[in-house]
């Protein structure tokens, strides 16, 4: 299957600073990306459908202007956390359907702690 | 897409067969049932995905009940590294479909 790696694995950072976290499809074409977060202990919450040359569709109740989405080309989507807040953080998780059934390959990860 | 229900926790004994279920009962025709699992601070992986037949691949068998309102995933001879939490989500399967994870089941797999 597709693999999917992403960078950083784990972030700290300042309140108030910004933090860009990357999600590259390493074999695969990926037109369409998923981002996903996860609190402890809670399950995976869809935050935005990342889009080949187009902009990302997001979820209800998720800030676009906070949680900026590019995807400039065909193996990499970043996702831009502005203006950090304790309470951003996370464990962040990229997705990109790159099977035969279309199934998802997830990246592994990237976990976040704002101070 | 449709909403799926699963016990929150399980425990099996290393070697046996774990047999997670997961209720659908509002499937669609065209929706697919989906089985991903996540080891601990990892990313989900994909385990196996059906329309109505029974299927098994190397990680796992899923048998679909006839009506489609539910399902359950096999794992035939569960070891320790099974210890995940189980999804069930349905989809419509398209490369653009997003995939709405529920609370799964914390499959704790037992020496």
């Known amino acids: 299957g597709a693999v999917v790696s992403q960078h950083p694995s784990r972030v700290i950072c300042k309140s108030g600073t910004s933090v860009k976290i990357e999600c590259r499809s390493l074999?695969?074409?990926?037109?369409?990306m998923f981002w996903y977060r996860q609190f402890p202990k809670k399950s995976l919450m869809l935050m935005a459908t990342?889009?080949?040359?187009?902009?990302?569709?997001?979820e209800q109740g998720v800030e676009k202007d906070k949680f900026l989405i590019n995807h400039a080309s065909l193996t990499l989507s970043t996702l831009t956390v502005t203006s950090a807040h304790p309470e951003d953080s996370s464990f962040y998780i990229c997705?990109?359907?790159?099977?035969?059934?279309?199934?998802?390959?997830f990246g592994p990860g990237t976990r976040l702690t704002v101070l | 897409d449709a909403k799926t229900t699963q016990p929150p926790s399980m425990d099996c004994a290393e070697g046996r067969a774990a047999n997670l279920p997961c209720n659908h009962s509002?499937?669609?025709?065209?929706?697919?049932v989906y089985w991903y699992r996540q080891i601990h601070s990892q990313g989900p992986q994909y385990i196996i995905h059906?329309?109505?037949n029974n299927e098994t691949n190397e990680m796992a068998s899923l048998i679909i009940t006839e009506d489609r309102k539910s399902s359950t995933l096999i794992l035939p001879h569960a070891t320790l590294r099974d210890t995940a939490v189980y999804y069930c989500?349905?989809?419509?399967?398209?490369?653009?479909?997003?995939?709405?994870f529920g609370t799964g089941t914390l499959l704790a797999v037992q020496p």
């Open positions: 074999d695969f074409q990926a037109t369409t």
């Open positions: 989500i349905v989809s419509s399967g398209g490369a653009t479909n997003k995939l709405i």
């Open positions: 059906g329309l109505k």
């Open positions: 997705s990109t359907p790159g099977g035969p059934y279309n199934e998802q390959f």
């Open positions: 509002t499937i669609s025709g065209n929706e697919y």
């Open positions: 990342s889009n080949e040359g187009s902009k990302a569709t997001y």
